[in-house]
């Protein structure tokens, strides 16, 4: 599938707003995964798909979940998890892509998880850093991912823990184990 037929097919599903983050997303995607060695056709893939079911009906990705054996301790933390998995679903149920480096990336750019491949660090990163966003300390990440990926990805991480728990929010078990993996594995 092309550039074009993917965006092609994620435009239908995203607002005008969503749909120019994921372009944002696509080509932070492509210049890190240039930068770091990964393949740049399935950073572009990923992250044009990363957002596929995040306007989805919150009662249509809670059945998926039951449905298809995800784990069901999602349904306890923020549904702004949900579209990730789920996602992935749906990008190979849908749109008919079956490649697993592709959709673990999409699966885990909410939470992260340990042991994080390349691509879904890029893709985790990406999300995190591209030009539309603005917000307290995504200066700092998108510097450090000019140099060292896993620093920039921690400290991602890191503040987005930070951030919930500022609100009194519950934080994914995936997302701690992430951090701490990520911290006890670095490289000074």
Do not use: C
Request: aromatic fraction near 8%; hydrophobic fraction near 40%.
């Amino acid at each position: 599938m092309n550039r074009e037929q993917a965006l092609a097919i994620v435009r239908e599903q995203l607002t005008e707003h969503r749909y120019l983050h994921t372009v944002g997303v696509m080509e932070t995607a492509i210049n890190l995964a240039a930068k770091y060695g990964a393949d740049t056709k399935k950073a572009e893939l990923a992250a044009i798909f990363h957002d596929y079911a995040k306007f989805r009906p919150k009662e249509e990705l809670r059945e998926i979940i039951l449905k298809e054996g995800m784990p069901s301790e999602l349904l306890e933390y923020n549904s702004e998890l949900w579209h990730a998995p789920v996602g992935a679903f749906l990008t190979e149920k849908e749109a008919g892509i079956n490649d697993k480096e592709v959709l673990d990336a999409i699966r885990y750019h909410t939470s992260g998880r340990p042991g994080m491949a390349l691509l879904e660090k890029i893709i985790y990163l990406a999300d995190y850093i591209e030009p539309g966003r603005h917000f307290p300390g995504v200066d700092e990440v998108r510097d450090l991912a000019e140099t060292n990926l896993d620093k920039a990805l921690s400290k991602a991480v890191q503040n987005t823990i930070m951030f919930l728990m500022k609100k009194g929010q519950p934080v994914f078990p995936a997302s701690f184990q992430t951090y701490n993996d990520l911290v006890m594995t670095k490289e000074d």
